[in-house]
């Protein structure tokens, strides 16, 4: 890289620094953001070809985002320390949702916890089951991957959420599970173990508020739409 090179690139990057800092979080584009956390690790490199390939591979910023640091080395071509740029800001970007829904009741702070569920969930490439379990005021005690694969009618998964319910001593949960087709709509079998997980809760005096399907083109509750 030539030192004039070098410097309309350390201009660039000072001038997308400028508007972040004047203008805020929607100052910078999709690509624009990526090629900046690029440049904290690889500052003599013009990242913003990287940062334009790294969102059409994966489909977008949210995709990118979220997706396994191995998947992202391996379709960017990057080394450790610009993976960790990126995965490091999905990392504060969820601890700074997870904050809006923690020690306070959970159904007082429903977007909140609407907006946290979709920015850890919405692309993994995965089915993924977690409970969100629930002291007597509603606060949340504890977010816990339950386990991976369709949501089915197993009655090993229904014990095991009681279990783990009594074990905690919650009074109440959410199902939450993700579709990585994307579209949240509940299907048969969603709808038959969250009605079994109502009726054993119901015996043990455990409620169940809702089951929430993420999906990246947004998300269903089962409650909202009646089916429980």
């Given at each position: 890289m030539t030192a004039e090179?070098?410097?309309d690139g350390a201009g660039h990057r000072?001038?997308?620094r400028q508007r972040l800092f004047e203008g805020g979080p929607d100052a910078l584009l999709d690509h624009e953001l990526v090629e900046?956390?690029?440049?904290?690790?690889?500052?003599?490199r013009d990242t913003k070809p990287l940062a334009r390939k790294l969102l059409r591979d994966f489909g977008g910023f949210g995709a990118l985002m979220t997706a396994d640091a191995e998947a992202i080395a391996r379709v960017g071509g990057i080394g450790e320390t610009a993976v960790a740029a990126l995965k490091t800001a999905h990392a504060a970007a969820l601890r700074l949702l997870k904050e809006e829904v923690t020690e306070r009741p959970v159904l007082g702070s429903w977007q909140a916890l609407l907006d946290y569920l979709r920015a850890d969930m919405a692309h993994e490439g995965i089915e993924r089951v977690r409970i969100l379990f629930l002291n007597a005021r509603n606060v949340l005690i504890r977010d816990e991957p339950m386990w991976e694969g369709s949501v089915d009618e197993s009655a090993v998964h229904v014990r095991e959420i009681m279990r783990r319910a009594l074990d905690l001593h919650a009074t109440a949960l959410i199902l939450v599970h993700n579709h990585p087709s994307g579209d949240p709509s509940p299907s048969?079998?969603?709808?038959?173990?969250?009605?079994?997980?109502?009726?054993a809760g119901r015996h043990l005096k455990i409620g169940v508020h809702d089951?929430?399907?993420?999906?990246a083109n947004g998300h269903a509750s089962m409650k909202g739409m009646g089916l429980i």
């Open positions: 090179a070098s410097e000072a001038r997308l900046y956390l690029l440049a904290l690790a690889i500052p003599r048969p079998q969603d709808i038959r173990i969250t009605r079994d997980i109502i009726e089951h929430i399907i993420i999906g």
